[in-house]
């Protein structure tokens, strides 16, 4: 069965100390997968899109890479408004063809 | 400054009654997407559309839920007759064709006691 595999759950970090989240996967033909950020009552904010292995894609503090396995989100020193949650969803060749999202990984950054 | 709307944002119903929730994609998206959200199951996909035609709706209870788009500006989710376990966030997301960025609009709280 298809699924994806966010680690940690939550995660607390101090302001300026780097970490790094984790999406696994166990799809059959990914064509694509897809970072997310969510603030409290708020809809998902799209981040990234990473399509084949060996890819990267960087936007200010955040990194994603992407490997035939799984996809790492690195955050690099932190500030406390990068607390959120963040998901990551894939799209795959069989099946609805439509995103599938992990349960996400609740971060918080503390001053 | 393109956005995806939802109204109402929240609803408190009780059970048995219709609730209609509609959503207006970003402008020159033709693929809308409806998802619900709760602490225990995140964020499911219900259903969606290409070009306003339904693709895939098995994620919905068929004999009470039933989602539209009845133009290009206007997507609707209703439930009829709504449950207590329907309360949940419900999501309208639009993009391109896929594979592709989602854009999320903001979600309507449903309540249903």
């Known amino acids: 069965e298809d699924q994806v595999t966010q680690s940690p759950e939550a995660l607390r970090l101090q302001e300026g100390e780097s970490s790094s989240l984790n999406c696994s996967y166990t799809v059959s033909g990914l064509r694509g997968l897809f970072w997310y950020r969510q603030d409290p009552g708020k809809g998902p904010e799209f981040l990234f899109t990473l399509y084949s292995a060996g890819e990267e894609k960087e936007k200010e503090r955040l990194k994603a890479t992407l490997t035939k396995k799984e996809s790492f989100l690195h955050i690099t020193a932190p500030k406390p408004e990068d607390s959120a949650t963040y998901l990551c969803a894939v799209y795959m060749d069989t099946g609805r063809r439509a995103l599938t999202f992990g349960s996400g990984t609740r971060l918080q950054v503390q001053p | 400054d393109a956005r995806v709307t939802q109204t109402p944002r929240h609803k408190v119903t009780e059970m048995g009654q219709e609730v209609t929730m509609r959503c207006q994609p970003i402008?020159?998206?033709?693929?809308v997407f409806w998802y619900r959200q709760t602490m225990m199951q995140g964020l499911e996909l219900l259903a969606y559309?290409?070009?306003?035609?339904?693709?895939?709706d098995s994620g919905m209870p068929k004999d009470r839920f039933s989602a539209e788009m009845p133009d290009a500006t206007l997507a609707t989710l209703k439930i009829q007759p709504s449950e207590p376990r329907d309360s949940a966030v419900y999501f309208c997301a639009s993009g391109l064709v896929s594979p592709s960025e989602q854009y999320f609009g903001p979600g309507t709280r449903l309540t249903v006691t």
């Open positions: 402008l020159g998206h033709n693929t």
């Open positions: 559309f290409r070009n306003r035609a339904p693709l895939d």
